[in-house]
């Protein structure tokens, strides 16, 4: 069972609410936090625990052999400026490149055989009874999708339908999030209660709609501005899962790199009730 | 941004290159004056009279673009990469590749009557790189035709496609961070990537008061990375106040948060001149 954390807004509470969440679910049931903001994973910043996996996570591009008739099929094949023939020489560049295979396996001269291509780091740590797996995406490194797309595939290789496994999406509404978003059971969009949050908010909601994905939401820093985002969700029919307070000692734990849950009572509560919420929706199997 | 936008008043070209969560637009009241579509990357579309069901389509795409329900083939628009692999493999050409619009890009005037390009990217869109670089490539333009030296770029979080784009070309970065694990975390990873473009860099502080152990690291990591430290400023609600009434914080008020602001401009103009970025 998937559950994905995201917002349109980056910097809404994401990541304090999926290691909190996360943390506290794994008191009770078998649960793997998955950090898939792979060009900021600070999700592991909050998990104490000892590694106890790490592997390079690669693509496929193509290489030159260097010799061939120079026919410029492949720079006419790849649609995203991949490969160019310039003069006797063709020019990859990799950091461009999809990994469609198209160039290499229509070359007609087998010229550009596939070479592994490091786009980054998977890491997995063991913080008492939560797992927790993370991917760094190479400094340098263009594309995320890749990168989730193959994190995604590790935790379904490794992971089964026991778990619940709960992913801290990246912000924003374009491909990294559909990405990492498109196979959960269900979403948790994180805003708060402000003029940005709210319009970020309606575009997550409708990358939401549009993926026919089931949703709720969580008010973060509540009673910091006004209750445009409350009104938005009730007339939209958007379950508010969560209210979270706008509570300075949040913030103060979370620039310590503290978790929350245990030391706010209050935050506690509002986690219990997502929980709660998230079981009506028969979504988490009651223990 | 929005406060230094509203500082720069006339003499700046803006470009809100944050293209799949623009914000700016609520502050700086552009009027929208021209409006572009953006297309960019195309769709496998399959006509379903041609198809054969022979399969060619399904075992070259790497993506799962390709699905096949009881003997149908169909395109998963999500998924679909464009890469036109599919189309080339098919035997009956049953499968054309079309354009999208992704998004549309916008040229106003904002509410200091300086130009602002700004950007909408369509829900789920890829190619966020190639429109911040239209609209950057529109900025500049702009700035030319005007006579105006400063172009301010918004950008996004993160450090992929997009923030490539925008920092592409740059004379002068400034970062916005606060002292906590995440904050330093993340500025260290973009801070590398800037490295990569040898871009001089400044930053500003927010929220300094959050946690004084992680200020003093932070501190002393910009130190020793060579980041300028602009300003620091202390945990404020002004700001909030500000934005539910559509403005930025300079001209919401003259508070404590407003002074560091207009400072941290004067600043910035500076090292841009110091740079020998500005003529």
Redesign the interface.
Known sequence: MKIAIAS????TGK?TLATSLSSHLSETQDVVLVDLDV??P?SR??IRGDQTHSQSICKQVPEWTGDCSLCGQCQE?C??NAVIKVGTQIMLFPELC?????CS??CPESALPLKPRKIGMLNQIQAGNLIFVESR?E???????PLISQTKDYIDNHFDESYIIIYDS?????????EAS?DADFVILVTEP???GL??LK?AV??MR??KKDFGVVVNRDG???NDVLDYCDMETIPVLARISND?RI??L????ELIFSTIPEFKEQLLLLERSLELSTVVDPV | MGSFSYLGKSDLVIADCDV??A?LH?LLGPDYQRSEDYYSG?LAILDQDKCINCGACLS?C??DGIQSENGTFRIEA?NC?????CQ?VCPTNAIQ?ETQKVGEWYTSSSKVGSTMVHAK?G????N??RLVAQVKNEARRHAKKEGKEIILIDG??????A??SALSGADYVVFVT??????I??LK?VT??VK?FSIRSGCIIN?CD??S??LDELITFMADAGIEHIASIP?D?TF?AA??E?KTLVEYDKGPASQVLIKSWEKIKQFAETEGCLK
């Open positions: 349109g807004k980056g910097g990541t060009e900021e600070n910043l909050f094949i649609n995203f999809h990994s469609c295979r198209a396996e229509l995406l400094i340098g490194e263009q594309q995320a999708v990246p912000p924003g509404t374009s491909c990294p999030v559909i498109k402000t003029p940005f319009y970020d575009l409708e990358v549009k993926m910091l501005g006004n300075r913030a103060e979370y620039a310590a790199g | 799949d969560a914000d609520m195309e070259v790497q993506f999500m990469e464009g890469c036109g692999y080339r590749m990217l829900v789920g869109a890829e966020s790189g996004s979080p993160g450090i992929g496609c923030v490539n606060e002292p906590s694990v995440s904050g975390h993340d990873r590398e990537l990569g929220k959050l946690n152990q992680m945990y609600e909030t934005m539910l559509g």
